[in-house]
């Protein structure tokens, strides 16, 4: 069998993630209490993507995804592959881990960011520098097919149809999920936006998990 190896570390993180279970009782805790939210009976389907691009990434990923698997209201359906990716918007800064995971889910749309924006805080993302490097970062890219459009939450994502780094993991796990503003699916907006020119290679066979390096994605948008 082979033998597992652990993604390279990069950059330094503020603190020491949490043990998982630990974690997520505390970011529960201090965001939406089932108890407190609004009542939704009703599941729907999710898709959340997640990055990471300082300590052990890889961790950050698992740790965030343990998080949503632990939280009453919230199952887990399916992850996409990690994917190694160029940092947006701000370059100088180390290679993102990014990935896409399907939920369903009886939590509000606003009250899943709550609880994602506390998940963020307890595994260490640090908010002072904007588009900078995160320990998490966790967007809601589609809630089932609603559109909401508020101050704090915009769905689907603006930008995830820009973003090869969102959609190639989405498109792993949700390929003929179609976007209910552009009514195209995953897949295609995935072979759009790659047929703009973008290269892409092979990423080294001896980290498991990780598929492909991004080579100059030529997206005009910020990381936000
Ligand atoms: P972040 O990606 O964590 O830097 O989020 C920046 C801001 O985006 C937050 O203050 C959110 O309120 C806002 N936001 C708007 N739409 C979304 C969305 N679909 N998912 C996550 N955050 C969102």
Do not use: C
């Not at 709550?114 to 967007?139: A, K, N």
């Amino acid at each position: 069998m082979k033998k597992k190896k652990k993604a390279k570390k990069t950059g330094k993180a503020p603190k020491k993630p949490l043990k998982a279970k630990k974690a997520q009782k505390k970011a529960v805790k201090k965001t939406a209490k089932p108890a407190k939210r609004a009542k939704q009976t009703e599941f729907k389907t999710v898709y959340i993507s997640l990055g990471s691009n300082v300590g052990d990434r890889e961790e950050y990923i698992e740790q965030a995804i343990t998080l949503l698997r632990e939280t009453p209201g919230i199952k887990v359906i399916r992850r996409s592959s990690n994917f190694e990716t160029q940092p947006q918007g701000r370059k100088n800064q180390p290679l993102f881990i990014n990935a896409a995971v399907e939920i369903s889910t009886n939590y509000s749309p606003q009250d899943l960011l709550l609880l994602l924006q506390g998940f963020e805080d307890t595994l260490g993302r640090d908010r002072s520098i904007e588009w900078g490097p995160r320990t998490i970062d966790m967007d809601i890219l589609l809630y089932a097919n609603e559109l909401i459009s508020e101050d704090s939450l915009t769905v689907p994502h603006p930008l995830m149809h820009e973003r090869l780094f969102v959609l190639e993991p989405l498109k792993e796990i949700a390929p003929n999920v179609v976007h209910p503003i552009l009514e195209r699916t995953i897949k295609e907006l995935y072979n759009d936006k790659k047929a703009e020119g973008i290269t892409s290679e092979k990423y080294d066979e001896e980290l498991p998990g990780f598929r492909e390096v991004k080579r100059g994605i030529a997206d005009d948008y910020e990381r936000w």
